[in-house]
């Protein structure tokens, strides 16, 4: 009996090791973007979904039907987040281009998250000229699992 126990284990460990361990379960989440320098706006919230988390990426499908991967090592984290439509800042719609992340993973209270910091270029339409001004904004953001509706 007792062989047959260490059998059963050493069977189930050799399963569980080979198997491709997740940092980040997959399910809906949210990019809360915060600026810091350049451009001034209200924090920018996207909501995706992760759709495939091994050890080296994560892919990401948003309400635009992309798909953005974010590549892992270890903790670290880093990729594009594309961003389609306009979003009300100063007054006016600004035309984001995409998010250039940088962060960290981690877990704190059984929820998973990545921080860290972005960079994107905003185009903000000059009614004078009747052109698009090129501006830049960078800051912080936050990348939660998220359980609303």
Partial sequence: MKKFIVLIALIGLVFFSSCEKQ???????????????????????L??????STKEYLIL??????SDTLYKD???????ITHHGTISGMGR???????????????????HYISGT???????????????DTTYTSG???FKQYFGI
Wanted: glycine fraction near 8%; hydrophobic fraction near 35%.
């Fill in 23 to 45: 940092a980040l379960p997959e399910g809906r989440y949210e990019f809360v973007f915060k600026s810091t320098t350049g451009a001034v706006m209200q924090p920018v919230t």
């Fill in 47 to 52: 909501l995706c979904v992760a759709v495939e």
């Fill in 61 to 66: 499908e948003n309400n635009w039907t992309c």
């Fill in 74 to 80: 270890g903790k670290n984290i880093t990729g594009t």
């Fill in 93 to 111: 719609n600004m035309f984001f281009g995409p998010f250039h992340i940088t962060g960290i993973c981690d877990k704190k209270k059984g929820k």
């Fill in 118 to 132: 972005f960079a994107s270029e905003i185009l903000v339409p000059n009614v004078q000229e009747e052109k698009l």
């Fill in 140 to 142: 912080t953001f936050e």
